[in-house]
């Protein structure tokens, strides 16, 4: 399988606890974006990264969130002292970016099976 | 944020109707795409809509983006228990990479 997979697929932690989630986006594709998705929503952005920089971060993303992607294949998700209103599942998309893929608007965006947090 | 509405927010049929679920915003996009979620997965691409007016078919979906770009519209024929999952539609923020999610229509078939 060759598609976006992240690991673990559940995690449960208690409160305060801190948490990293590990995304591996599809070979060749540069640029990376994790969401997060609770219940009855949709997916809402949290950043974004075109190789190993991070160009985009949501005002979701608070101190206590931390992505990184050092050698511009897969990229971490850290959430330290994590809070009850942390649980969700958390998706990570690639996309090929680039001049193949003509303009960022239609730049097709792969999401993995996600994580899903429960903070007890 | 460009806001994205979905309705019906749920729609549980039987099999063999037909159905419609609507995306609208009061701003225009470049472009909507469609995505189906499945429980426990991520959702999965099925169209994207870029010229206003813009008709797409995928079997027995069929995609319209409306002609001002600020709605999309999605319908089912005879509409079969696999179709059973979330559809979300998703429009590029102003920075063009982030996608802008509806919060979706929960759709429900039953044999």
């Known amino acids: 399988d060759t598609g976006v997979s992240q690991d673990p697929r559940h995690k449960i932690t208690k409160r305060g606890q801190n948490v990293t989630f590990r995304c591996d986006p599809i070979s060749e594709h540069n640029r990376l974006y994790w969401y997060r998705q609770t219940l009855g929503q949709g997916p809402e952005f949290l950043t974004y990264?075109?190789?190993?920089?991070?160009?985009?971060k949501s005002r979701l993303l608070s101190d206590r969130f931390s992505a990184e992607r050092p050698k511009g294949s897969f990229s971490t998700l850290e959430i330290q002292r994590t809070e009850q209103g942390d649980s969700a599942m958390y998706l990570c998309?690639?996309?090929?970016?680039?001049?193949?893929?003509?303009?960022?608007?239609?730049?097709?965006?792969?999401f993995g099976p996600g994580t899903r947090l429960t903070v007890l | 944020t460009q806001l994205l509405e979905q309705s019906p927010q749920f729609l549980s049929i039987q099999e063999g109707e037909n159905l419609t679920v609507y995306c609208n915003s009061s701003s225009v996009f470049s472009s909507l795409q469609w995505y189906r979620q499945e429980p426990g997965e991520g959702p999965v691409l099925l169209v994207t809509v870029v010229t206003g007016g813009e008709v797409k078919k995928l079997k027995r979906l069929t995609f319209q983006f409306g002609d001002a770009r600020k709605d999309s519209s999605l319908h089912i024929t005879a509409a079969q228990p696999g179709d059973t999952g979330l559809y979300l539609c998703?429009?590029?923020?102003?920075?063009?990479?982030?996608?802008?999610f509806g919060k979706g229509t929960s759709l429900l078939v039953t044999p």
């Open positions: 990264f075109q190789n190993e920089a991070q160009l985009e």
């Open positions: 998309a690639s996309s090929l970016g680039g001049w193949r893929a003509r303009t960022s608007s239609t730049d097709t965006q792969y």
């Open positions: 998703a429009g590029f923020s102003n920075s063009g990479y982030a996608l802008n």
